[in-house]
Nanobody
């Protein structure tokens, strides 16, 4: 069955950087929009970024704009989230997701497949 697996999470200092990866199996990301969401303790899952498959359009939440970059490598069937200048408020479990269609969306209902999540902790 379809599987998305996140990796690359861990402890990072506020002045550092982190790159999350999400590999897909039994599913072709080339034909799907992808996204990243996160969920902090006691909070709802919130959208971070998305990336369309047809036009390559990317969208970011205000909290991520200018600091995070979503990208993909279709040959590797992998999507990435580059996190630069992370802040303590970025601490959360980050989830990779693939959409029903090809277009970038910040709505959770637009996505079908989800990874198990990877913990990102921003602390000195």
């Amino acid at each position: 069955q379809v599987q998305l697996v996140e990796s690359g999470g861990g402890l990072v200092q506020p002045g550092g950087s982190l790159r999350l990866s999400c590999g897909a199996s039994r599913f072709t990301l080339e034909d799907s929009a992808t996204g990243w969401f996160r969920q902090a303790p006691g909070k709802e899952r919130e959208w971070v970024a998305c990336n369309g498959s047809s036009d390559g359009r990317t969208r970011y939440a205000d909290s991520a704009q200018g600091r995070f970059t979503i990208s993909r490598d279709n040959a590797k069937n992998t999507v990435y989230l580059q996190m630069n200048s992370p802040k303590p408020e970025d601490t959360a479990v980050y989830y990779c997701t693939a959409g029903w269609g090809r277009y970038c969306s910040g709505n959770v209902a637009s996505y079908k497949y989800w990874g198990q999540g990877t913990q990102v902790t921003v602390s000195s």
